[in-house]
């Protein structure tokens, strides 16, 4: 297996593992307000209440998210792309599907 794929596959279930490690207290409302750790907009510091409804919808769009970068690391490392291409350049980008659960959340904090 080409050493690009190894990073690349291994980096992206990597990403997803600690996401969704990381999003866990989240979902379950363990994780009071503080300025480190959580989904931090300014709706988020207007309330415990909002914080835990923010938090709780951004961990779930965050593990959801995470499948299929999970799944695309796996894929990568079961069937190795062989050219170096656009293929790995969209393995390499991967991590940005995050992005995604990121403004999602962003929005919901807008309808409380």
């Known amino acids: 297996m080409e050493s690009m794929n190894m990073i690349g ?7 997803a593992i600690l996401i969704i490690g990381i999003s866990v207290p989240l979902v379950m409302r363990k994780i009071p307000m503080n300025h480190i750790y ?4 300014k709706k988020s510091f207007e309330s415990d209440e909002h914080w835990f409804k923010i938090n709780h919808y ?4 965050l593990i ?3 499948m299929p ?3 695309i690391g796996l894929l990568t490392l079961l069937f190795p792309v062989r050219d170096g291409g656009i293929f790995t350049t969209l393995i ?5 599907i ?7 959340s962003y929005r919901y904090s807008k309808t409380l």
């Open 9 to 15: 596959g291994l980096g992206n279930i990597v990403v």
């Open 98 to 104: 995050l992005l995604v659960p990121a403004y999602m």
């Open 69 to 71: 970068l999970l799944v």
């Open 38 to 41: 959580g989904i931090r907009f």
């Open 92 to 96: 390499a980008c991967a991590p940005l």
């Open 64 to 66: 959801l998210w995470s």
């Open 58 to 61: 951004g961990g779930t769009q």
